[in-house]
């Protein structure tokens, strides 16, 4: 199963409508701010008061953002078209389908709006319908017309992860009920770290096409990516040299540094972080010495159903993270070059699985 390396744009043109979000943010203080043309207010209550007379939408936006701590993308084009309301005590989602209509999308982490995008005027309208807004949780960062999708956990709380754990694998098992061949990207996270040995075990037995192998110890971390071709054995073989290569010159760098701040005189007490930096390099070679490369995930390309098997049966895997963004991620593609990128979760425990 090679070539699925690449994701297809979608060529509809669907505008997201979100038509119900309870609580999407908090607002800490009843704010009031008076800008030439633009009376703003922000109530306690996550309700807005707003008069308007031919505000630009991308200033009136940004109060909207700074605000709500809500990340808001707009096109340049749009920045400067005059906007004029005048409203009192609206809600969040009646504010924006005040200015903008239904011509926006908005992210949500499964429990808090985290990015809106005011999309482009001129997009055909084919269905209106309201969706299912936990089908993505992370975070879409847009530059230069080009979007990054993040599945990621909305912070490195216990009560984050697992919260992103259930709602992704109810995401995967949605996928593998629909549409059971669907053939997309996951990243697996591990329980524990894994020796390549078994890597290679779990990529064979499960027929997976292995994309990118996550190795690394604890915060350490650090990622191989298969070439076209690469059987899981060379690529093991390459991601072991690459690692030793990489400890030996972390090693080295954070050698120098203490010994040259020493010559200066400089007190252990004063070079904590160098110290630290120092314990981490040798930590990471001596589990190197020990056990070979501490492998704590994969990103693999498969089908639906295979990846729903994996998560219902094999015990040292945390999490099958399918690499997908349900209408969402429908929307922005429509607007923007989208490139997906999957964070590994670091295991709980750190200890290898035997």
Do not use: C
């Amino acid at each position: 199963m090679k070539n699925r390396r690449s994701h297809t744009r979608q060529l509809r043109a669907l505008l997201l409508l979100i038509s119900v979000i309870v609580a999407p943010f908090v607002v800490a203080v009843d704010a009031h701010e008076t800008t030439s043309g633009l009376q703003f207010t922000a109530h306690t209550e996550g309700t807005f008061s707003v008069i308007s007379k031919a505000t630009p939408l991308g200033l009136l936006l940004k109060k909207i953002g700074d605000k709500t701590n809500v990340d808001v993308y707009i096109d340049d084009a749009s920045k400067q078209r005059p906007v004029s309301i005048n409203v009192k005590n609206i809600t969040f989602i009646d504010l924006l389908r005040r200015i903008v209509g239904d011509n926006y999308a908005i992210v949500y982490d499964g429990r808090n709006v985290t990015a809106l995008h005011v999309l482009p005027e001129g997009k055909t309208k084919s269905d209106e319908r309201a969706v299912t807004i936990s089908e993505f949780s992370g975070q879409v960062k847009i530059h230069n017309q080009r979007a990054r999708m993040f599945f990621m956990p909305a912070d490195n709380s216990k009560n984050a992860i697992d919260h992103y754990i259930k709602k992704r694998h109810e995401a995967l098992s949605k996928l593998s009920k629909e549409y059971p061949n669907k053939e997309m990207h996951a990243q697996i996270s591990f329980k524990g770290y894994l020796s390549a040995d078994k890597v290679a075990v779990l990529v064979r037995e499960n027929q997976l096409d292995p994309v990118t192998l996550n190795i690394g110890w604890k915060e350490n971390g650090g990622g191989y990516d298969l070439k076209r071709g690469e059987s899981i054995e060379a690529a093991i073989e390459s991601a072991t040299l690459y690692d030793k290569e990489f400890i030996a010159e972390l090693q080295e760098s954070a050698d120098r540094q203490v010994a040259n701040l020493r010559q200066k005189g400089i007190g252990d007490a004063q070079m904590q972080s160098e110290l630290i930096f120092q314990q981490n390099a040798n930590e990471l070679a001596s589990v190197f010495n020990a056990r070979g490369v501490a492998f704590y995930g994969v990103r693999v390309a498969a089908r639906a159903k295979q990846l729903h098997s994996l998560m219902s049966t094999d015990q040292k895997i945390r999490l099958v993270d399918p690499l997908w963004g349900g209408t969402v991620e429908d929307e922005i593609a429509n607007v923007y070059s989208t490139t997906k990128i999957a964070i590994p979760l670091v295991p709980e425990n750190e200890t290898f699985i035997p």
